[in-house]
C-alpha cells in the first residue's frame, strides 16, 4: 500500500542532514558517542548492514553546499569537493588529460554502479589498506583540506592515513576535497591493480607512479606507493629516491621495482599470500613506472 | 522516523521510514515494488539496481533517507503499454535465463541507454559489470542492448 503508516520500529541511529559546513561540524564535534559520517554510503552502507559500525547519528553531508560536487583546476592545485562521485572524476575531460592515472585507479573501484554513488573523499576516509585511489594519490604527492570546530588543515595523504582503517581526523572533523598538485608539463601518472576479475574486485597489489621529467630528460621528482601490502597505503621512499636524478631507463625501473618491496609488508589472505603479493610488488611497480615515463615523453 | 517524498516510476510517495532502512527494503516492503531483488546486501551483486535521479545505482547500499525528493525507477517503471524495446530485446536473444539478476541487468542497461544511446559492446560490458548472472548469460545480456540501442538510432 503506497504511502502507508510506518510500523512502530526501534531505530538504530538517528539520520541528520546539515544544510552547512558550520552546522555539520557542529554536530560532529558536539555529538557524544560514535557519530558516522555519510558521503557516497558505499562503505558505511555495509558496515551498517552487518553491524560492524553502531553509530548513535548518521551525518549525511550531501545537502551541504561547500562540499557539492566540482572539480577546480587552480593554478598549483586540482581541488575535487568532498561530494564528488568517482565517475564525474572518471569522465572529466580535464581529470583524463592532466591525471590519466587517477582516473585509471578511480576505474578499478567497484562497478559503474558503485562509482555513480561512491567518492574519493570517502574512499580515502574509509582508510582500507586494500583501496585503489590512495596509492595513486600518495605517489602524486595529494593532500586532504579538512575542516573542523578548530578550523582547515591542509594535511598529507601519507599522514592523513595513520594506519589500519585509522586517519588523522579529529574529532569534530571531515574532509572538505582533496588536493591534487598541478604536475608539471612534462610529467606522468600511472596505476596498475592486480585482481582476478575486472570489476567488483579487490586488489591483491596495486600501484601508484608518478614521474616529472627536467629539460634534460631526467627524472625531477618520482612517486610511487603500494596498496594490499601494508596495513595502510605506503609510500616507497627508497625506491623514488633510486629514480630522482636520473635519466628514465627499463633497467632503472626494475631496481626501483625491487626497491620497493622493502617497505611492503603483506599478508596472506583469501585473495593472495603473501609471498605472491610481494612478488608482484617489483613487476608492477617496473610496468608502471614504464607507462609513467611514457607519458611523460609523450606530454605535448 | 524520517519523512521522505520520492517519485517512483513517475508516482509520487510519501512515507515516513525508519532512519536506517533501506532503499531496497522501502522500494519491497512499502512502496509494494519486488522486481528490485535482495542478494548480496553489500553492492557486490547488482540485483537490487534501480536508476535514482538518472543514475544506475545499487539500492541495498543507500538510505532511503538519503533519496528524498529523489526520482525512482524501477524494472516496474521501463513498460508502457507493451514491454520496453530493451526488455523485448532481452527475449528476443535469451538474455534471461532464471530471471533473478534481469531486474538489476535492465535498470543498469536502460540508464547507459539513457545518457549515452549508442554504447559500443565494452561500453555495455562496463555499465552491467556490477550486475552477477549466475545463468552466465552476460554475451546475450550485452547482445540484448546492443540491438535495443541500434533498433532506436
Partial sequence: ?300 | MTRISITVNGERCHLEVPADSFLLEVLRERVGLTGAKGSCLEGECGACTVIVDGMAVTSCLILAAEVDNAEIITVEGLAGEGLSRLQRAFLDHGAAQCGFCIPGQLAAAQALLDSNPAPTREEIREAVAGNLCRCGAYEQIADAVLAAAEATS
Fill in chain 1, 1 to 300: 500500500v503506497r504511502g502507508a503508516a510506518s510500523p512502530q520500529v526501534k531505530e538504530r541511529f538517528i539520520y541528520y542532514r546539515p544544510a552547512s559546513l558550520d552546522e555539520a561540524v557542529d554536530l560532529l564535534g558536539n555529538t557524544d558517542g560514535e557519530v558516522s559520517v555519510l558521503a557516497g554510503g558505499t562503505d558505511l552502507s555495509v558496515a551498517i548492514r552487518h553491524s560492524e559500525v553502531h553509530p548513535r547519528m548518521v551525518i549525511d553531508l550531501k545537502a551541504v553546499p561547500e562540499l557539492a560536487p566540482g572539480i577546480a583546476f587552480g593554478p598549483d592545485s586540482c581541488l575535487i569537493n568532498a561530494n564528488t562521485p568517482l565517475i564525474t572524476i572518471e569522465r572529466d575531460q580535464e581529470m583524463r588529460c592532466h591525471y590519466p592515472g587517477l582516473v585509471e585507479a578511480v576505474r578499478t573501484v567497484g562497478s559503474v554502479l558503485t562509482r555513480n554513488r561512491a567518492t574519493l573523499a570517502g574512499n580515502i576516509c574509509n582508510a582500507s589498506p586494500a583501496a585503489d585511489t590512495p596509492p595513486m594519490l600518495m605517489a602524486m604527492g595529494a593532500e586532504v583540506v579538512t575542516s573542523g570546530i578548530e578550523g582547515e588543515r591542509v594535511i598529507p595523504l601519507d599522514a592523513f592515513l595513520t594506519g589500519y582503517r585509522k586517519t588523522a581526523l579529529k574529532q569534530g572533523e571531515l574532509v572538505r576535497a582533496v588536493s591534487l598538485p598541478r604536475l608539471g608539463r612534462r610529467a606522468g601518472t600511472a596505476f596498475l591493480k592486480l585482481g582476478i576479475r575486472k570489476a567488483m574486485e579487490i586488489s591483491v597489489t596495486c600501484v601508484g607512479t608518478m614521474i616529472g621529467l627536467a629539460d634534460d630528460g631526467a627524472m625531477h621528482s618520482a612517486g610511487i606507493a603500494l596498496g594490499s601490502v601494508a596495513p595502510r597505503t605506503v609510500r616507497a621512499n627508497p625506491a623514488e629516491e633510486l629514480l630522482v636524478g636520473s635519466q628514465p631507463t627499463p633497467m632503472l625501473f626494475a631496481d626501483a621495482g625491487r626497491a620497493a618491496m622493502e617497505v611492503a609488508e603483506p599478508i596472506d589472505d583469501l585473495r593472495a599470500s603473501a609471498e605472491y603479493r610481494m612478488a608482484m610488488v617489483p613487476i608492477l611497480v617496473e610496468r608502471a613506472l614504464a607507462t609513467a615515463s611514457r607519458r611523460a615523453q609523450d606530454a605535448p
